[in-house]
C-alpha cells in the first residue's frame, strides 16, 4: 500500500538522522546533504528537479509537481593526526561516522509548494587517541557537536521562470566537551607544568530560530540561475559540567592556605550548572546550471560564510573561577563548488565534481578542538531512475592543507605543531515521487 511505504520513508529518514553524523565540514558547516549535491561537489544552487531543493534552494520547489520524498543516509571516515614541534605525533580516532537527511516537497495549490528539510548543516566530532598522552588535552580531547535542523518552507512561482521561498530554520544543537583542567599555580607547587587537575565533561544544548529566503530563474531548458540566504542563529547551550579528579597524591598533600590543594580541588571541581553562548554564521550562496547538450548539466556555487560572527568558544560555570574560552577569531570565508553530470544512458546518470573550501580560522585559530584547514575535494556519483524511484550514490575525498596551530594551554599565540587530515565520505539517498 502506498501509505505504509511512505511512512516507512520517512522513518527511515528521521532514524539517519538522529544517529551520529560524519566530519566533514569547512569550520563546523557541513555541506554534504544528500548524495546528488555532495557528486556535484556541493554545487545545488540551481538544481529545481530534485527534492533535495528543499534545502540548497527552496525556491526550486516551486518547479517540482506533485509530492516528492528523499531519504538519504552517509558514511564518513578520516585519517587525521598532529604533529608536535619537539613532540611525538598524535592521531584522531578513525571510527566511521554515520549521517542522515529528509527532504519532503508538496504542491499545495497552483504556484504555491509546501517542503520541510530535516538535516545536520552544523556538525564537529574531534576525538584524540590517548587522551592523557596528547598534549592539546586541555582544550580538549573529545568535542561532539550536533545539530538537528528542521527547516520548513514555502515556494511560489513559477512567474515567467521566477521563484521565491521563505523558511523558517529550527535549530536544536548539542554540544558535549571532554577535556582535562589544569592551573598553572598549582602546578607550580608541583614542580612541573601543566599537572592533570581534573578530567571534566561538559554536556549541554539548546535550540534556537532563524530563517532563510531564496530566489530561482529557469531563463530556459539550458539555463538556471538561483540564490539563497541563511541568517545567523544565536543559541545559549545549557547543562551540567562534572569533574573526576585525577590529581597526583603528591600535589593533593601540598599545604595551600589553611588547607591542601587537594581540599581546594575539591572545592573547586563539582557538578555545576555550565553554559556555552554559540553563534552559527549566516550564509549566502549563488549558483547557475547550464545545459550545452541535452544529456549533460555543467553547475558552478559560489558561497560565503559570515564566520566573522564566531570569536569564541566560551565556557561558564556557576563558578566563575572556571570560566575559560577558546578563541577563534574566524574571518569570513568562501567556498567554490563545481559539478557536472551526463545522462549516459537513459535513467543512468554519472556525476563528478570539485570543491574549493577556505578556512575561516588563522594558525591561532587552529587547535584540537576544531583543527580546520582549507580543503580541496573531489568526489564521483552515480544516479538512477527507475519507475517511481531514483537512486542516488556518491563518494567524496577532501585533502585538507597541512595547517600549523596550537595545542599546549595558555597558549594564543606561538604555534606549537602541524595538523594533517583527509577524509572520505560516502552517501546514498533513494527518492519516491507520488
Known amino acids: 500500500m502506498l501509505v505504509p511505504k511512505t511512512v516507512t520513508v520517512v522513518l527511515l529518514g528521521i532514524v539517519l538522522i538522529v544517529t551520529p553524523g560524519t566530519t566533514?565540514?569547512?569550520?563546523?558547516?557541513?555541506?554534504?546533504?544528500?548524495?546528488?549535491?555532495?557528486?556535484?561537489?556541493?554545487?545545488?544552487?540551481?538544481?529545481?528537479?530534485?527534492?533535495?531543493?528543499?534545502?540548497?534552494?527552496?525556491?526550486?520547489?516551486?518547479?517540482?509537481?506533485?509530492?516528492?520524498?528523499?531519504?538519504?543516509?552517509?558514511?564518513?571516515?578520516?585519517?587525521?593526526?598532529?604533529?608536535?614541534?619537539?613532540?611525538?605525533?598524535?592521531?584522531?580516532?578513525?571510527?566511521?561516522?554515520?549521517?542522515?537527511?529528509?527532504?519532503?516537497?508538496?504542491?499545495?495549490?497552483?504556484?504555491?509548494?509546501?517542503?520541510?528539510?530535516?538535516?545536520?548543516?552544523?556538525?564537529?566530532?574531534?576525538?584524540?587517541?590517548?587522551?592523557?598522552?596528547?598534549?592539546?588535552?586541555?582544550?580538549?580531547?573529545?568535542?561532539?557537536?550536533?545539530?538537528?535542523?528542521?527547516?520548513?518552507?514555502?515556494?511560489?512561482?513559477?512567474?515567467?521562470?521566477?521563484?521565491?521561498?521563505?523558511?523558517?530554520?529550527?535549530?536544536n544543537t548539542r554540544f558535549d566537551v571532554r577535556r582535562f583542567e589544569q592551573d598553572p599555580d598549582i602546578s607550580a607547587l608541583g614542580g612541573l607544568a601543566p599537572i592533570d587537575l581534573a578530567r571534566s565533561r561538559i554536556d549541554a544544548d539548546g535550540t534556537g530560530i532563524g530563517w532563510n529566503g531564496a530566489a530561482m530563474f529557469v531563463a530556459s531548458e539550458q539555463l538556471v540561475f538561483g540564490a539563497q540566504v541563511r541568517s545567523e542563529i544565536e543559541i545559549d547551550l545549557n547543562g551540567v559540567a562534572d569533574f573526576i579528579d585525577v590529581a597526583p597524591a603528591e600535589l593533593r598533600a601540598v599545604p595551600l592556605g589553611e588547607g591542601t590543594v587537594g581540599d581546594v580541588l575539591d572545592e573547586r571541581f563539582v557538578s555545576q550548572n555550565a553554559r556555552i553562548p554559540f553563534t552559527f554564521p549566516s550564509t549566502a550562496v549563488g549558483g547557475v546550471a547550464f545545459r550545452p547538450i541535452p544529456e549533460l548539466w555543467v553547475r558552478a556555487d559560489l558561497q560565503w560564510v559570515n564566520w566573522s560572527a564566531v570569536d569564541a568558544i566560551q565556557f561558564q560555570f556557576d563558578d566563575p573561577t572556571l570560566d575559560g574560552s577558546i578563541g577563534l577569531d574566524y574571518d569570513d570565508a568562501w567556498?567554490?563548488?563545481?559539478?557536472?553530470?551526463?545522462?549516459?544512458?537513459?535513467?543512468?546518470?554519472?556525476?563528478?565534481?570539485?570543491?574549493?573550501?577556505?578556512?575561516?580560522?588563522?594558525?591561532?585559530?587552529?587547535?584540537?578542538?576544531?583543527?580546520?584547514?582549507?580543503?580541496?575535494?573531489?568526489?564521483?556519483?552515480?544516479?538512477?531512475?527507475?519507475?517511481?524511484?531514483?537512486?542516488?550514490?556518491?563518494?567524496?575525498?577532501?585533502?585538507?592543507?597541512?595547517?600549523?596551530?596550537?595545542?599546549?594551554?595558555?597558549?594564543?599565540?606561538?604555534?606549537?605543531?602541524?595538523?594533517?587530515?583527509?577524509?572520505?565520505?560516502?552517501?546514498?539517498?533513494?527518492?519516491?515521487?507520488l
Open 24 to 171: 566533514r565540514a569547512q569550520a563546523f558547516l557541513q555541506w554534504d546533504l544528500a548524495a546528488r549535491p555532495a557528486a556535484l561537489g556541493g554545487a545545488a544552487t540551481a538544481m529545481p528537479d530534485d527534492p533535495s531543493t528543499v534545502f540548497y534552494n527552496p525556491a526550486g520547489m516551486a518547479h517540482l509537481s506533485g509530492t516528492f520524498i528523499q531519504v538519504g543516509g552517509s558514511l564518513g571516515a578520516d585519517a587525521s593526526q598532529f604533529r608536535g614541534f619537539g613532540t611525538k605525533e598524535f592521531d584522531r580516532e578513525s571510527s566511521p561516522t554515520f549521517g542522515g537527511s529528509l527532504y519532503i516537497s508538496h504542491t499545495v495549490a497552483e504556484k504555491l509548494t509546501g517542503g520541510i528539510a530535516v538535516n545536520t548543516p552544523w556538525i564537529l566530532a574531534v576525538e584524540w587517541e590517548n587522551p592523557s598522552d596528547f598534549v592539546g588535552r586541555f582544550h580538549s580531547f573529545d568535542a561532539d557537536l550536533r545539530s538537528i535542523n528542521f527547516n520548513p518552507v514555502v515556494a511560489a512561482g513559477p512567474y515567467n521562470g521566477w521563484s521565491f521561498a521563505i523558511g523558517v530554520d529550527v535549530l
Open 335 to 433: 567556498s567554490a563548488r563545481f559539478g557536472a553530470e551526463v545522462e549516459y544512458l537513459p535513467g543512468t546518470t554519472f556525476r563528478v565534481g570539485y570543491a574549493w573550501e577556505e578556512t575561516p580560522a588563522d594558525v591561532t585559530s587552529v587547535n584540537p578542538i576544531v583543527p580546520d584547514a582549507t580543503r580541496n575535494s573531489y568526489s564521483i556519483g552515480l544516479g538512477l531512475r527507475r519507475s517511481q524511484f531514483d537512486l542516488d550514490f556518491g563518494y567524496r575525498f577532501s585533502l585538507l592543507d597541512d595547517r600549523e596551530g596550537v595545542a599546549f594551554p595558555e597558549n594564543d599565540s606561538t604555534i606549537d605543531g602541524v595538523y594533517e587530515t583527509v577524509e572520505h565520505w560516502f552517501g546514498a539517498a533513494i527518492t519516491r515521487r
